[in-house]
């Protein structure tokens, strides 16, 4: 069976993304100029995650606005792991140049500072799930264009070997005027040859395939769709489809894939979320896949 979904997607965006060129301000912003870091003044926090925060950045010279993640040597220094995953997401950020992934920049390391600092591109919005826990749930068009947007991003990134494993609605972020969407926080991602398997455990549960979470070697790219499958049942239903208090109940759910669609799903929606959320790997649909559908 062919889903219409996707053809409904490919026929409501036939123009190319682009990203746009960063404008000078045109007033310097309220700063403290004994905070920088290289070329970079530092603003205020944007966020905090378990290895440092994000701040606001300024280029001196152009006052173009950026994030700053800020992350402690120290803490890296805790685990070798740690530091391999920033070596990792650094060097992935690196070959990813797309208009729905957010744009890497430079890493500072300076030696005579307790901090790695990864500049990137600043996206003015908001996070997905602000937005989802904001609207409760989003209308089938207005999803269908943030899915799309998702989807192509991981199908360019899955085309160059690169897995994201931890996609959420966290990890996506909107702009302003709710039309474009950036990929960030490739903290969990992945080099994968088409042949080989992973090992490694990651990502949120609620969002883990049943091969992760049953501790199997698994394909990468199939657990990037087995997490858009449940990040588009979310944003279509204001709910998580495997969810549940007792985490060994959730696990269970998951891997026997049990879950209930909301009646108003479209036909289309519903075929589409099926094939994603496939127990069984070899019979879940591949997002290349689904595009030449």
């Known amino acids: 069976m062919r889903t219409t979904f996707f053809n409904i997607l490919l026929q409501d965006h036939t123009t190319k993304h682009t990203i746009p060129k ?24 944007l966020g905090h995650g378990s290895s440092g925060c994000v701040k606001l950045g300024f280029h001196k010279t152009t006052m173009e606005k950026v994030a ?25 950020l690196k070959l990813v140049r797309h208009p729905n992934v957010v744009r890497y920049i430079e890493a500072v390391d300076d030696p005579n500072v307790p901090y790695v600092y990864i500049i990137m591109e600043y996206v003015e919005g908001c ?32 085309q160059r070997n690169i897995c994201h494993r931890d996609l959420k609605p966290e990890n996506i972020l909107l702009s302003a005027s709710k039309q474009k969407v950036k990929l960030v926080d490739f903290g969990m991602a992945s080099m994968q040859l088409p042949t080989s398997l992973l090992r490694t455990s990651c990502g949120s549960p ?25 990040i588009l049942f979310a944003l279509l239903s204001g709910r998580l489809p495997f969810e549940d208090n007792s985490v060994r109940n959730l696990l269970h759910r998951i ?24 127990t ?11 595009f030449m559908l």
């Open 206 to 230: 609620h969002y883990a395939c049943p091969e992760i979470v049953t501790g199997k070697s698994y394909d990468g790219r199939l657990a990037d769709v087995w997490s858009c499958g449940v």
């Open 127 to 158: 996070e997905l799930f602000d937005y989802l826990i904001k609207c409760r749930r989003i209308n089938e068009p207005e999803a269908r264009d943030i899915f799309w947007q998702v989807c192509v991003a991981v199908d360019w990134c899955h």
């Open 22 to 45: 960063p404008q000078p301000m045109t007033a310097k912003p309220h700063i403290n100029p004994r905070k920088s870091i290289g070329n970079y003044w530092l603003g205020k926090t």
């Open 280 to 290: 069984d790997p070899k019979k879940r649909i591949k997002v290349s896949g689904a």
């Open 68 to 92: 700053i993640k800020i992350i402690s040597k120290a803490y890296l220094q805790t685990s070798e792991i740690l530091a391999n995953a920033t070596k990792r997401e650094m060097a992935i």
């Open 255 to 278: 891997k026997s894939g049990q879950y209930v669609m909301s009646t108003y799903f479209s036909d289309d929606a519903r075929d589409l979320i099926s094939r994603m959320l496939t």
